[in-house]
């Protein structure tokens, strides 16, 4: 019901699929990537600038697409009287879902936390979206599977270049150096790769929680005693990693856009398709 909702207050008709491939009307450029099909790199440009260039597409025909969302025990994080991060992800698929189906696509749902697990293949049938939102209400935060390795069996998964929608923390153990690594291993065989960041106002800094001992819950045996309210250059270190690892997926091609679960879901997903120039 909260997925309808959101669905139905946002911006009627803004929706329309963006798949970047080998389609027929001419997208953009991007940096040249190894691995790219060299049939597709703007030879003219390189004449110009003597920097390697690839065009993409729009592709007009409907698409596979997976939404993969994080499941890890980071994700249970919730501040109080708030909806934990995974819940809040839940709604983000939810509401992609919905209005995925509703232009044709096919759309298919895996998570990752204790493992990497496919819950649904994509597909367009009736009773896709209801097998697909019943499965994000049983989802149950716990493990730490790297957003990586997901994305990498997702990639082994699509039988075409299509959408890979990752709603996730983007919290990873090595800054997310592999995550961009796998993310650039999708965008170079033709993937669409949209990496959706949640995060609670109380990680980010803008309301940072009291002096206490915090542990990861990723790795319980590590506990701190932090303050991070009157620490001034928390919410320093919370930007710059994230405006890194943005670079980083950016740098490869794929979209980063940050959430709050402290704003309604269709706000956050309107901005992300003004910025696309929808």
């Not at 080998?22 to 450029?29: I, M």
């Not at 698409?63 to 919730?78: E, I, Q």
């Not at 990639?155 to 690594?181: F, I, Q, T, W």
């Amino acid at each position: 019901m909260i997925a309808r909702t959101v669905v139905q207050g946002f911006v009627a008709g803004i929706h329309r699929s963006p798949l970047r491939g080998v389609g027929e009307d001419f997208a953009r450029h991007r940096d040249y990537q190894q691995g790219d099909d060299v049939r597709y790199v703007d030879w003219k440009v390189y004449g110009r600038t003597d920097r390697l260039y690839v065009r993409e597409f729009q592709e007009r025909s409907n698409l596979y697409a997976w939404l993969v969302v994080d499941a890890t025990a980071s994700m249970g994080f919730a501040e109080p009287g708030g909806v934990p991060k995974l819940r809040y992800a839940s709604y983000v698929a939810a509401a992609l879902a919905h209005l995925m189906l509703g232009t044709g696509d096919a759309v298919g749902l895996a998570v990752f936390g204790e493992g990497t697990e496919l819950l649904l293949p994509p597909r367009t049938r009736r009773g896709q979206l209801h097998d697909l939102l019943l499965r994000l209400e049983r989802l149950r935060a716990a493990g730490h599977t790297p957003a990586a390795t997901a994305l990498d069996r997702e990639g082994e998964r699509l039988r075409k270049p299509g959408r890979v929608v990752l709603v996730s923390d983007l919290l990873e153990e090595d800054g997310g150096e592999s995550l961009a690594a796998a993310a650039g291993r999708l965008r170079a065989r033709g993937d669409e790769v949209v990496a959706l960041r949640v995060l609670t106002p109380a990680e980010s800094g803008e309301r940072p929680p009291e002096p206490g001992l915090f542990f990861d819950p990723e790795h319980p045996e590590r506990t701190l005693p932090a303050a991070p309210d009157v620490d001034r250059d928390y919410a320093r270190r919370v930007g710059d990693y994230y405006e890194a690892l943005a670079g980083r997926l950016r740098e490869r091609g794929t979209e980063y856009v940050p959430l709050s679960t402290a704003e309604p879901v269709e706000h956050g997903l309107v901005r992300w398709l003004h910025a696309r120039g929808r």
